[in-house]
């Protein structure tokens, strides 16, 4: 909740847990939070100061513990410095790579009464790109012979940003992709969007990248393993293409990849300071090739034929076409992301919440997290069955609060991304997938939620209708064949791939 609380508002969202196993709980949420570039802020509680390393109840080092997942880890032994902490984890959180900061809080040192004046909030710094590097950026579009991509994600991004970026360009004619789980970065619905680097991308927008684009504009991303799929589409060090790397933390600049320009800058001052290039002739010349591939993605965007009565790009589809632009999205991991992710248009920005890290049980709790900061628009929580099961309890939250989400569950009794990877490289070995699940339109009535059981693809307009219309929340179940792995592969599929592999 905290994350999305972070993504969704651009500020840090703030954590209070116990010491020790509330510490370890939240540590998987302050990991996606670090990879995710999220502003947060946890505060744990910690053992007496006078009894400190003696593994005492529930006591461990923080600063070992969150070491290497957090921008900043810390302890408050003294009272009068809470300001001074404090401070410093508000600016360290947003500044530069936006990320997590842990702090420690013995519970004597909460007792303590100490008299120290409070800080005066102050604005954190902003990094902006030099004139300099405005015009070397200009000189290579201006020289660029083959088209250019630009690929946006990570930190600082708004819908001023996004439409800014969507302007430029139009007017440069660039071809548009956005980055793993950053869909909603930029309308989908523009004709420059091609796609995103995700996991099972459009085939051919890989192949253009990796083979025919010559000067490759990112901006935001850090060009993680995802969305350069298994850091396979761009060669290391030195890129295949002229390669201009946008980011406002300096650390991430060369990090991988060696730019042939560097800016160091958040995406909001970035396209700010580009309004001083000129147009020159880049949207003619280009019109054909962003054409063609906005085609290509239009095409993909196409349910396909899947085993089973029900239909998971044909019920994507039907949600696009219905349910406001504004509908916030929230969703975990496993293969059932891949059908949102596929035929979905995110045409406005902060419409998707979800986990680069992968981690499961995220849809739930961001979706509550959603809905109560934006009462007023709708909220889809799209879990797997067993990613749901991780936090579904945070359906509780949601009554006690209000948080009226449609929960949609992806139920194919299986672990199925684990399967699938199973059965592809050892497919007489599979253990451990099979999943023993509840009633969940009884599990959800059990919290006050109504719900509906949907196992053909017809009969989900009408449930989508009554989810839409319920109030105190609404589960629908999807029951999907375990066949239908992904809109492309079935389970067999995977098998007699795994068969062939341990033949040959």
Not at 290 to 315: C, H
Request: with cysteine; charged share 15%; proline share 6%.
């Amino acid at each position: 909740m905290a994350d999305a609380y972070g993504k969704m508002t651009g500020k840090p969202g703030i954590c209070a847990v116990t010491r020790g196993p509330g510490a370890t709980n939240a540590s998987n949420w302050v990991h996606t939070a670090f990879q995710d570039s999220t502003p947060m802020i946890l505060l744990i509680g910690q053992a007496g100061r006078d009894m400190a390393d003696r593994e005492v109840f529930q006591e461990m080092d923080y600063r070992q513990v969150f070491g290497q997942m957090a921008k900043w880890v810390a302890q408050i032994d003294d009272a009068s410095r809470i300001p001074e902490y404090m401070s410093r984890a508000w600016k360290t959180a947003l500044s530069g790579r936006p990320g997590p900061v842990v702090l420690a809080l013995p519970e004597d040192m909460l007792t303590d009464a100490v008299a120290v004046a409070d800080l005066t909030p102050t604005q954190h710094a902003v990094s902006a790109p030099t004139p300099a590097a405005i015009a070397d950026l200009g000189a290579r579009l201006a020289q660029a012979q083959n088209p250019m991509m630009m690929v946006v994600g990570g930190p600082g991004w708004s819908a001023e940003t996004a439409q800014r970026a969507m302007d430029f360009a139009e007017r440069m004619g660039l071809p548009v992709v956005t980055s793993f789980r950053c869909q909603d970065y930029v309308d989908n619905a523009h004709p420059n969007y091609v796609g995103v680097l995700g996991i099972a991308p459009i085939p051919t927008l890989r192949k253009r990248i990796a083979e025919e684009v010559d000067l490759l504009i990112v901006v935001g991303s850090r060009l993680g393993e995802m969305t350069t799929q298994g850091y396979s589409l761009i060669d290391i060090p030195d890129p295949q293409m002229a390669f201009v790397h946008v980011h406002p933390g300096a650390e991430d600049l060369g990090h991988v990849y060696n730019p042939a320009l560097s800016i160091q800058s958040g995406a909001a001052a970035f396209f700010e300071a580009l309004s001083a290039l000129p147009d020159g002739d880049g949207k003619a010349r280009r019109a054909d090739w962003i054409a063609g591939q906005r085609a290509e993605y239009e095409a993909f965007q196409q349910p396909t034929d899947v085993p089973g009565d029900l239909n998971m790009g044909q019920v994507i589809a039907q949600i696009t076409s219905t349910m406001p632009q504004d509908t916030i999205f929230t969703n975990g991991a496993g293969n059932y992301t891949v059908w949102l992710h596929r035929f979905h248009r995110h045409c406005a920005y902060r419409t998707q919440l979800a986990p680069t890290s992968g981690s499961m049980g995220y849809s739930v709790p961001a979706a509550v997290a959603a809905k109560i900061i934006a009462p007023e628009r709708p909220v889809i929580s799209v879990a797997g069955d067993r990613c749901f099961l991780m936090t579904a309890q945070e359906m509780a939250t949601a009554r006690k609060y209000g948080a009226d989400v449609i929960y949609l569950v992806v139920n194919n009794g299986m672990s199925g991304t684990i399967r699938m990877h199973q059965e592809r490289h050892h497919p007489d070995r599979t253990m451990a997938t099979d999943l023993w699940n509840p009633d969940f339109v009884a599990y959800a009535a059990s919290f006050g939620i109504k719900g509906e059981r949907v196992t053909v693809t017809a009969d989900f307009p009408a449930a989508l209708e009554r989810a839409r219309g319920a109030a105190g929340g609404y589960l629908i179940e999807l029951v999907v064949d375990q066949q239908a792995l992904t809109p492309t592969q079935t389970l067999s599929g995977a098998t007699a791939q795994g068969l062939s592999t341990a033949t040959t």
